[in-house]
């Protein structure tokens, strides 16, 4: 190697040790660790191919002074940005194996809020949205999965692309919002929620503010992930928690406010929206609305950095069809630059969204 190549690749290597890695992204963690339970949230997850947000425990052996991955335990919800009907399940055991299994969704997890949950016991551990049963892992799988383990929520790059996809860095920034977590100890006998009410409250977190008696923002990496975590991008805001996916330069959340309704799960049968036609769009973008509800509703439009560009009610037409349209305008008249968008319904039945990409 001669000097000169040898001086870029030491430069390399100094700029990547001060500098870190490309992206940065976040980890909440619990302070505690558990052992079973129902660890239940509230989330959007993050959009994007490459992208990997997740709610999941984790043994944190190193902070027990243990050393390999045969003390590795995980019990995981991940959602891939290049997924719009799935979320993964998985577990993990002392290391040597893992279950994964990608399962269908009723609604698309990157643009509504939508309740998840896991169940883990000795004889079992389940996975759901809202109240439906997603996927049962029993008998030795489960009996194997013993060691006390921490609740996590992260958003990262996986170095896998045959995985979740080639990432675009354009995309950034991409957010996951979390409206609230909560844990219920297994107490089986003599509890009031979950599966045969064998499990107790002790704890519902609200996210108005970072609790630091229960939660930890992390600032690692490992071999693998194409983001540094930093404390940064695990933000507190509008009664979420925030988990920001950035360039180092550009830290944080810089979206919208958000406004959120309360769901208590899946959109109702009597509320469905149908595919948007033609997408992409270059004019017009078409959708069927089916509701019961006629009135109160509203359509909004939110671009990719979860910025509210319009928002008009929606007239009562007195039937339970109703054709919505949008022109690629904001509030002001003008028409919005290429890319992709949120449109977004309300009604006193729920929410729906489909993405559409405007094309000039």
């Known amino acids: 190697m001669n000097r000169h190549i040898l001086r870029i690749t030491m430069l390399l290597v100094t700029l990547t040790t001060v500098f870190g890695k490309g992206y940065r992204g976040a980890e909440y963690r619990t302070i505690e660790s558990y052992l079973y339970g129902r660890f239940e949230v509230r989330m959007q997850s993050a959009d994007g191919d490459g992208v990997v947000s997740s709610f999941f425990t984790f043994r944190d052996y190193y902070a027990e002074g243990l050393n390999g991955s045969q003390h590795w335990n995980e019990i995981d919800l991940e959602w891939l940005g290049l997924r719009d009907n799935k979320v993964s399940t998985n577990v993990i055991i002392q290391g040597e194996w893992g279950d994964p299994s990608e399962v269908f969704l009723t609604a698309n997890p990157h643009e509504n809020f939508i309740t998840y949950a896991f169940e883990w016991t000795p004889e079992a551990i389940r996975f759901y949205e809202g109240d439906r049963l997603l996927r049962t892992i029993s008998g030795e799988r489960a009996d194997s999965v013993y060691h006390a383990q921490k609740l996590m929520m992260n958003i990262w790059l996986p170095a896998y692309p045959s995985w979740v996809g ?4 354009a995309i950034l920034p991409v957010y996951a919002f979390y409206d609230w977590a909560s844990y219920a100890a297994y107490t089986p006998g003599s509890g009031s929620v979950g599966t045969n009410n064998d499990f107790s409250p002790q704890w519902k977190d609200n996210f108005d ?31 979420h928690l925030i988990l920001c996916l950035t360039t180092p330069t ?35 973008v078409n959708l069927t ?72």
Request: aromatic share 10%.
């Open 166 to 169: 080639t990432f675009d860095p």
């Open 209 to 239: 503010e970072w609790d630091t008696s229960r939660w930890q923002k992390a600032s690692h990496t490992w071999s693998g992930n194409n983001v540094d975590f930093t404390p940064s991008n695990a933000v507190i805001r509008y009664g």
């Open 250 to 284: 550009e830290l944080g959340y810089n979206g919208a406010a958000l406004h959120v309704e309360e769901s208590s799960g899946p959109i109702p049968d009597n509320f469905q929206l149908s595919p948007a036609y033609p997408n992409p769009f270059n004019g017009q």
């Open 289 to 360: 609305l089916e509701t019961a509800a006629t009135t109160d509703m509203t359509l909004n439009i939110f671009d990719h950095l979860g910025k509210l560009r319009h928002s008009v009610a929606l007239p009562d037409n007195g039937q339970n069809l109703q054709t919505i349209t949008w022109n690629g305008k904001d509030d002001a008249g003008e028409l919005l630059p290429s890319g992709s968008y949120i449109i977004r319904i309300n009604s006193p039945l729920g929410q729906a969204s489909q993405k559409v990409v405007l094309l000039k």
